[in-house]
């Protein structure tokens, strides 16, 4: 028999109300051993709950559930109690006392998953959903929580099932005068359908930047100004500033929020060569971070003489040449020229200037909304689904270069199909399964 299981679901700590939850068949006994009978189904009765001993443990509110219409699909409860960490503690010890168990990260939602009460998409958007800090992480996680990739692996299914049945038609029936006339009327609904896969791996990208963060790179020369920047734009100093150059080493990660979109901006050891192995480490690591961002912003003392050293920069990236309150050096005239040749926008700033500093987070911003605002929310968000809308698409594309040989073709269509399936968890293997649910907090 499954086991009932019971945790808090209210972070720990002080509140006005926790809440503790129960799931499983023996969550109606252990209502009714607790606060006497089990309230009527979905309505809510205050109740004094007691210990096996008798003793009172508090005044609670008390839902029951009765399953399969219950977050789980099994019978559920809730016991809202007074939000004090003792209070808690001494509800969770009557539940053990009366053989409940703990339940382990994620498993009432895993509950709800194998009862199917939810795909597997949809218990991510409720992992997300938790996680989200901003806005846009909010939408989106409401969105798959309402099944929007689900929705979407169906219709992609389907066009797979008809190009299936076209294949299988023609390869069950030789003789007659089907098959190439049924593979070239099978091809539109695959082509159709790749470039759907095709517009999803776009969109997938800008759903991961929405969960994760878009991350944005300071590099540059050492002395540039970068750390200075890092320490205005996230407005505290979690940078060391020195007139020494080569004063950072470690990338540093500054979260921010910027247009409503969690963003990530790092500041990176000064590029040069170096004997010191130490910060040579730290100029590897500011190349590689800055190598994967979405975004460079190439720092530059306007003031030096020296020639600008130029970092590995992307078509679209930025430059931003610092310390214009000190006049221009010949560094500055360098980078314009680089700059141009690269075709990467300037802009001038003095990093001691808030209002400068308001500007350049302005151009941010404007760069932040270009690249994650779309006219739909993308439907699928973290790798897990980029790997497998990868190996559909690869497999649909195969099956479209194989129309002379039709079995094969339908071989790569049935793979197809299992990888869109494994989207929303359908023929999951346990070890994926648990890790997605291993990522949940306890009471979720
Ligand atoms: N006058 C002036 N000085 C600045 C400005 N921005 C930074 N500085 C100074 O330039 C020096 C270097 O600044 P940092 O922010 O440490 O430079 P960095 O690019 O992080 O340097 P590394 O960590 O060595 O790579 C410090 O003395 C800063 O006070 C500016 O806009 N104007
Ligand atoms: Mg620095």
Same mark, same amino acid.
């Given at each position: 028999?499954?086991?009932?299981?019971?945790?808090? $679901?209210? $972070?720990? +700590?002080?509140?006005?109300?926790?809440?503790?939850?129960?799931? +499983?068949?023996?969550s109606g006994a252990a209502v009714r051993a607790l606060a006497g009978a089990t309230p009527k189904p979905r309505q809510a009765a205050v109740r004094t709950l007691r210990d096996a001993g008798g003793q009172g443990i508090d005044q609670a509110l008390v839902l029951w559930f009765e399953g399969p219409a219950s977050y789980t699909?099994?019978?559920? &409860?809730?016991?809202?109690?007074? *939000? *004090?960490?003792?209070v808690v503690a001494s509800l969770l010890e009557a539940?053990? $006392?009366? *053989?409940?168990?703990l339940a382990e990260p994620g498993e009432f939602t895993r509950r709800a998953f194998e009862n199917g009460k939810l795909d597997l998409a949809q218990a991510e958007g409720v992992a997300d959903l938790i996680e989200a800090e901003t806005d846009a992480q909010r939408r989106q996680a409401l969105d798959q929580l309402g099944g929007a990739l689900g929705h979407a692996q169906a219709r992609w299914r389907d066009?797979?099932?008809e190009a299936l049945a076209m294949f299988e038609a023609a390869v069950d029936f030789p003789d007659e005068e089907v098959p190439a006339d049924v593979a070239a009327r099978a091809r539109p609904a695959l082509a159709e359908l790749a470039g759907d896969l095709e517009q999803a791996l776009v969109d997938v990208k800008r759903g991961e930047r929405v969960r994760e963060g878009f991350r944005i790179a300071l590099v540059g020369a050492p002395n540039a100004g970068k750390s200075t920047i890092l320490n205005a734009l996230a407005r505290r100093e979690a940078a060391i500033v020195t007139a020494t150059p080569g004063t950072t080493r470690d990338v540093i990660e500054a979260?921010?929020?910027?247009? *409503?979109?969690?963003?990530?901006?790092?500041?990176?050891? +000064?590029?040069?060569?170096?004997h010191d192995e130490i910060e040579a480490e730290g100029v590897r690591? &500011?190349?590689?971070?800055?190598?994967?961002a979405d975004l460079r912003v190439w720092i530059v003392d306007g003031a030096g003489e020296a020639p600008a050293t130029v970092p590995a920069l992307h078509p679209h990236d930025l430059c931003v040449i610092n310390k214009a309150d000190l006049g221009q050096g010949a560094e500055t005239g360098h980078a314009l020229v680089e700059a141009r040749a690269l075709n990467v926008e300037v802009h001038r700033v003095s990093a001691w200037k808030p209002a400068d500093i308001a500007a350049l987070e302005q151009v941010l911003e404007a760069r932040v909304v270009e690249a994650l605002a779309g006219a739909e929310l993308p439907t699928a968000t973290r790798l897990r689904h980029r790997e497998l809308l990868g190996e559909a698409l690869e497999r649909v594309r195969r099956a479209l270069d194989l129309d002379d040989d039709l079995e094969l073709a339908a071989e790569d269509v049935r793979l197809a199909s299992r990888a869109l399936d494994r989207i929303t968890g359908r023929i999951d293997p346990e070890e994926v399964l648990g890790r997605v649910f291993s990522s949940f907090c306890i009471g979720k």
């Open positions: 028999m499954t086991d009932t299981i019971f945790a808090p $679901a209210t $972070a720990a +700590g002080r509140a006005a109300v926790a809440v503790v939850r129960l799931s +499983g068949p023996m699909g099994e019978d559920c &409860a809730e016991f809202h109690v007074h *939000g *004090g960490p003792a539940l053990a $006392a009366l *053989g409940l168990r066009r797979l099932i979260p921010m929020r910027l247009a *409503g979109y969690k963003v990530l901006v790092a500041d990176t050891a +000064g590029l040069r060569d170096t690591r &500011a190349r590689r971070w800055a190598e994967e």
